[in-house]
């Protein structure tokens, strides 16, 4: 069975940084891709950022880009997000993903295991 955990988030002011950390386990991790989610209260989980296992070809929402990059340790099982520049609206509950088969990384339906979730907070 495999299982992701997320951990890293926090509470910063506008312009801060995180970085939040994804650890994968199994028998057997090897997924197609891993990604990043977030979702904001009364809003729908959406697309941050994926990297494909094999190849790490990168993937970003566009609200994200040239602040946020994701990037994988295969030796560890692990993706990490550096988050820099935050802003007010990057606050929300973020998922990583494992996608097990290959497909598009940015819809979550493709995802097939998540972790429990990790809260960024961007305030000041």
């Known amino acids: 069975q495999v299982q992701v955990a997320e951990s890293g988030g926090g509470s910063v002011p506008p312009g801060g940084s995180l970085r939040l950390s994804c650890v994968g386990s199994?028998?057997?991790?090897?997924?197609?891709?891993m990604g990043w989610f977030r979702q904001a209260p009364g809003k729908e989980r959406e697309f941050v950022a994926g990297?494909?296992?094999?190849?790490?070809?990168?993937s970003y929402a566009e609200s994200v880009k040239g602040r946020f990059t994701i990037s994988r340790d295969r030796a560890n099982n692990a993706q990490y997000l550096q988050m820099n520049r935050l802003r007010l609206e990057d606050t929300a509950t973020y998922y990583c993903?494992?996608?097990?088969?290959?497909?598009?990384?940015?819809?979550?339906?493709?995802?097939?295991?998540w972790g429990q979730g990790t809260q960024v907070t961007v305030s000041s």
């Open positions: 993903g494992a996608m097990m088969s290959s497909a598009r990384l940015y819809q979550k339906d493709n995802y097939n295991y």
């Open positions: 199994g028998r057997t991790f090897s997924p197609y891709a």
């Open positions: 990297v494909t296992w094999n190849y790490g070809s990168v």
